[in-house]
């Protein structure tokens, strides 16, 4: 009987938005994954053992995901931590994988996952809470109304194209592009706040495009709105 491979998403920071659902899955298995390169040292890791203190004494494993261009490099990667989890799946252990936010939005596991269903292998998603869902609410607005639409995208060069479409933006890991997006936002006319380390301890929050700072961390996540009184 082989295992199942999770993944639980352990929200954006704060441990107290972990879902009971994530909690009780951390407590009831042993081997729990998280990528990086020393698992404790993981944001994730960090942020689920302030709700799980037992985790501290599962059964930790790293999956190095490297955050680069070559496809192939990526690739050789991915196939190696599927490769690695499937070691404890044949021995009919569950693998629980960690990860910031949500699992099913922008997140490194579902490139495994792909590769173990592939291979035969059981896997189920754990809904975290999202990184824009808890900014929003850090901010205290609302994301949508009535039937503005909702645009999510990753921070990138070409993102002032995109921001001609009507609705509520969410730019995601704008960190190193931060110059760039704040040129592109202060063209669009739009509201403008962001947070940065949604949560955790080093939480910052900008209520203007001129108040962020070019610096600012890969955990920034920018909410862009129409203007309240724009036509």
């Not at 352990?10 to 909690?23: C, I, S």
């Not at 960090?46 to 059964?59: C, N």
């Not at 194209?161 to 995601?172: A, E, H, I, Q, R």
Request: glycine share 6%; proline share 5%; charged share 25%.
């Amino acid at each position: 009987m082989k295992g199942t491979a999770y993944c639980l998403g352990v929200g954006p920071g704060d441990p107290e938005l972990m879902t009971l659902k994530a909690v009780r899955l951390i407590r009831e298995n042993e081997v729990i994954m998280v990528p990086g390169k020393q698992a404790r040292e993981t944001v994730a890791y960090k942020i689920a053992v302030q709700a799980v203190p037992e985790l501290a004494d599962k059964e930790l494993v790293a999956v190095e995901m490297p955050m680069v261009k070559d496809r192939e490099l990526i690739r050789r990667s991915h196939e190696r931590g599927a490769r690695r989890i499937e070691e404890y799946l044949d021995q009919g252990r569950n693998v629980i994988y960690l990860t910031l936010g949500d699992p099913t939005v922008y997140c490194t596991f579902s490139y495994l996952q792909e590769i173990l269903e592939r291979d035969g292998y059981a896997t189920a998603l754990v809904s975290g809470i999202t990184s824009f869902c808890a900014a929003a609410a850090r901010l205290n607005i609302p994301l949508t109304e009535w039937n503005e639409p909702l645009h999510v995208m990753p921070a990138l060069h070409d993102t002032e194209d995109s921001l001609d479409l009507p609705g509520t933006y969410v730019l995601m890991k704008s960190g190193s592009h931060m110059k760039e997006v704040k040129d592109q936002l202060r063209k669009s006319g739009k509201t403008v706040q962001a947070v940065e380390n949604c949560g955790m301890d080093t939480e910052k929050v900008y209520r203007s495009t001129d108040e962020i700072p070019d610096e600012a961390g890969y955990f920034s996540l920018i909410i862009a709105k129409k203007a309240k009184f724009q036509s």
